[in-house]
């Protein structure tokens, strides 16, 4: 099966020991963001995980740990985009992140990390034309050591519009310009662009819409196919196996003006406060009244017939 840390807050930034040690115990609570009484805990025996999907703007903290990943398939999707403090007020500097890219990328090879520029804003100053020129940039640093970019354009969830209150959508002719010079300029620099969660509108202009966290994307990395239960699309126009987070909501300190995941900056400073590496949940422990439940966890690899010892 498919372990997923990055759907919810950023575990290699801010939580990398505590992911350690859960690697170390082999198993890992995660309480349901609607019924937190009900508490779900993921076996981390890499004889059913197959894989462990890494979405993060800064994986420098995990590198220490990174020894401990060795029995398990990863994918790493490493966002990395040029906005500044205004925007992503603790994101570290780009020119860091493209580093520590390029060195993961050659731990565990370009088939297994992704670069996301996601989401895509406009304002003022953030132009379609400066994404297209900064684009060109970090697509340079980026070749060779990843054959993948995603993009999607900033969607106005409930929290973002509270915490970024002057964010507007991105009208069709923004995102057709943008679609298409990224488009080009991936292929120029060996990327295939993908869209994520926006269905087949620039698939004209040369973006592959058929999804970024999908079942080939996981096989390539692990150099094997996958058997993988049906399971109902997580959103409207994506294809994307998005099930079993093990973060949590209103835990991510780089505090993303744009970001879905966080309510506000307080909310994420009481969820850091209660945070114990040694803890099986990424924030506080078990509580009085807790229904514990053992996730059903099998491997996915379709094992080939030995027919030679």
Request: hydrophobic content about 40%; charged content about 15%.
């Amino acid at each position: 099966m498919i372990l997923h840390t990055g759907l919810r807050t950023d575990i290699p930034a801010f939580y990398a020991p505590w992911f350690a040690n859960r690697l170390k115990a082999q198993f890992v609570c995660v309480r349901n963001p609607y019924n937190p009484g009900a508490v779900t805990q993921y076996s981390l025996n890499p004889q059913v995980v197959d894989l462990i999907a890494f979405c993060t703007k800064n994986p420098t903290p995990m590198f220490p740990f990174l020894e401990l990943l060795q029995p398990y398939g990863q994918y790493w999707f490493v966002t990395i985009t040029p906005y500044g403090k205004d925007i992503e007020p603790n994101v570290p500097a780009k020119e860091t992140v493209i580093e520590s890219f390029q060195r993961l990328s050659g731990i565990v090879g370009a088939n297994a990390i992704g670069w996301r520029y996601d989401p895509i804003l406009l304002t003022a100053q953030y132009t379609a034309d400066w994404h297209i020129a900064v684009f060109e940039t970090m697509a340079a640093a980026l070749a060779g050591y990843t054959h993948t970019c995603v993009i999607s354009f900033l969607d106005l969830y409930q929290k973002v519009r509270r915490n970024f209150p002057e964010a507007k959508a991105v009208p069709v002719a923004e995102r057709h310009k943008i679609g298409r010079e990224f488009a080009r300029l991936g292929k120029q620099y060996g990327l295939t662009v993908k869209a994520c969660a926006e269905g087949q509108d620039l698939a004209p202009l040369g973006v592959d819409c058929s999804g970024c966290m999908t079942a080939q994307t996981y096989q390539t990395a692990l150099q094997c196919q996958l058997q993988i239960p049906k399971q109902k699309p997580a959103r409207d126009q994506c294809a994307c196996l998005l099930g079993s987070d093990i973060g949590a909501y209103d835990t991510c300190a780089h505090l993303c003006r744009y970001c879905y995941a966080n309510t506000d900056a307080a909310a994420v400073q009481r969820n850091m406060r209660r945070h114990d590496p040694n803890s099986p949940f990424l924030t506080g422990s078990y509580q009085p009244g807790d229904v514990i439940h053992q996730a059903k966890q099998k491997s996915w690899k379709i094992r080939q017939l030995q027919l030679f010892p």
